[in-house]
């Protein structure tokens, strides 16, 4: 038996070689049917949602939770026997909020939580329950609002001193469920809020402390702008600030386009990269052309299938994007600084 061999087999807990480690080597990818979204998630027009947390953040009506939904939608559309766990703390998600996602919600376990405590013993429950195989996504909506244990206790004792335990809770709280995650090849998508720090050029932070920040693999920052049509509000540009990820380039920004009429525009975000990569140009000011038309369209034109597939599918495209958004793997050292 070789040294390799004698410590693998050593230890309590099944070991492998790094380079066969299921828990990188069978890694889950699901995408999802709007492009920008899995840029977002994976730096990759192919890629999509990873297992492990992932949380989006900001402000209120920033299509958060629809975000998610759009998630769960590609992730039970996979796994026709998968399962939602729907940790639920603002009751802002409704039924119809599933339905309309085309989300099976005889498939959604709903699950109520008053407080951290209250969220950290269930999970921890549930995750032990779940054998890796199971096909299981956890949606938690949200941590923003959630109190402590503590703070539900000193308003029922008519306690007005500040809690501090909080974002010790929540640290607790990922530091128990993300090894699980990774391990049992669970994605965990988290809604979360965020406030303006302070100073004279205040930013947005996420809230809860170091310990989202630490445990997740992708944390977004959802900002949003106005789109309106002959000086009427029709809908928001949101837009996905890459605050954390392991897969994207930090501080990447994206956008996508939801509509009152239509919902999320599938095809948004695109147009700049496309016209940054060369694959759409612009012959007049207001039109545009793809490589593979040879008619021009304006913008609104541009948002459709015909258009975008002979795009999406060009690996000179594919790469481009890639390079643009995902993380490389290179090496720290350069042998011509030693010569």
């Not at 889950?28 to 989006?56: F, R, W």
């Not at 402000?59 to 996979?78: D, E, G, Q, T």
């Not at 996420?206 to 009427?232: C, D, F, H, L, P």
Request: charged share 25%.
């Amino acid at each position: 038996m070789s040294l390799l061999e004698k410590l693998q087999n050593a230890g309590v807990t099944p070991a492998s070689v790094l380079s066969q480690s299921v828990v990188f080597t069978e890694k889950d990818m699901i995408p999802t049917e709007v492009p920008i979204i899995n840029i977002a998630l994976s730096g990759n027009l192919k890629g999509g949602l990873i297992p492990g947390l992932t949380v989006l953040a900001g402000p209120s009506k920033h299509f958060k939770s629809n975000l998610a939904l759009i998630m769960v939608r590609a992730y039970m559309k996979k796994y026709k026997d998968s399962v939602c766990l729907f940790y639920d703390s603002e009751f802002g998600t409704t039924p119809e909020y599933f339905s309309a996602q085309e989300i099976d919600i005889e498939r959604v376990i709903h699950i109520p939580v008053e407080h951290i405590e209250h969220l950290k013993f269930d999970i921890s429950k549930r995750l032990d329950a779940i054998e890796r195989g199971d096909k299981v996504i956890i949606f938690i909506d949200s941590i923003g609002n959630l109190a402590s244990k503590k703070e539900v206790q000193d308003a029922l004792d008519e306690k007005s001193v500040a809690d501090m335990s909080r974002a010790k809770a929540l640290k607790s709280l990922f530091r128990i469920i993300t090894p699980s995650l990774t391990s049992k090849n669970l994605p965990c998508l988290v809604v979360n809020h965020t406030y303006k720090e302070i100073g004279l050029f205040p930013k947005d932070v996420v809230s809860g402390g170091t310990g989202v920040m630490y445990s997740a693999n992708t944390v977004w920052i959802i900002g949003r702008s106005q789109e309106k049509e002959g000086g009427e509000l029709a809908g928001y540009n949101f837009n996905i600030n890459v605050d954390k990820s392991r897969f994207v380039k930090e501080k990447s920004k994206l956008s996508f386009l939801v509509t009152f009429d239509y919902g999320v525009s599938k095809y948004s975000g695109l147009l700049d990269i496309a016209l940054e990569s060369g694959h759409v140009t612009k012959p007049a000011n207001g039109w545009y052309k793809s490589v593979f038309e040879n008619t021009k369209v304006r913008a609104v034109d541009t948002e459709t299938k015909e258009f975008w597939a002979p795009i999406l599918k060009d690996k000179e495209f594919q790469e481009f994007v890639a390079n643009k958004y995902q993380l490389g793997a290179h090496t720290m050292y350069n042998d011509e600084d030693f010569k």
